[in-house]
């Protein structure tokens, strides 16, 4: 995948926080996209990315996640499982447009507009270096932590 910027972008996080990208410059930064809070691979992936959290900070590099579930959830999640990064709300789909994450999917046989799961990884100066796109939850986030180690 070519080198890129995406815009700027500001959105409610966990901890009564606000994430906006271009104040993550210094650090490496993934970005995972999650359909939804307290589903098996969502879950999944979550925890994963949890086991892996020490790792990726001596990496340099800060995880946060996002969906469009409501602060209240994603509050409950990140307790739930003890989380130890931040969870970005995107009711308005700001981020999830910015990255063209939601498809049409299959669900029990109806189609419904969703986030694709999705994984980005930018470096220190703020570019894009790689992407993933509709992805299996188990096993990603080592694959992510693998990539990041190449960066530095």
């Excluded at 925890?47 to 020490?54: E, G, N, T, V």
């Excluded at 800060?62 to 307790?79: C, P, Q, T, W, Y």
């Excluded at 992510?144 to 190449?150: G, R």
Aim: charged fraction near 25%.
């Amino acid at each position: 995948m070519s080198e890129k910027n995406i815009a700027d972008f500001t959105l409610p996080a966990t901890g009564n926080q606000t994430f906006t990208l271009s104040r993550s410059l210094g650090k490496h930064l993934v970005i995972y996209f999650y359909p939804k809070d307290n589903t098996p691979g969502c879950t999944t992936e979550a925890q994963q990315f949890r086991d892996l959290y020490a790792k990726f900070n001596r990496e340099n590099c800060e995880v946060v996640g996002i969906s469009r579930d409501s602060l209240k959830s994603h509050e409950n999640f990140k307790a739930k499982f003890t989380l130890p990064f931040e969870l970005l709300c995107d009711a308005e789909e700001t981020a999830c447009n910015l990255f063209g994450v939601i498809k049409q999917k299959n669900m029990y046989g109806k189609q419904v507009r969703g986030i694709e799961r999705s994984t980005f990884v930018f470096d220190k100066d703020g570019i894009l270096r790689r992407e993933w796109r509709g992805l299996k939850a188990d096993g990603h986030a080592q694959e992510v932590l693998d990539f990041v180690t190449t960066l530095n």
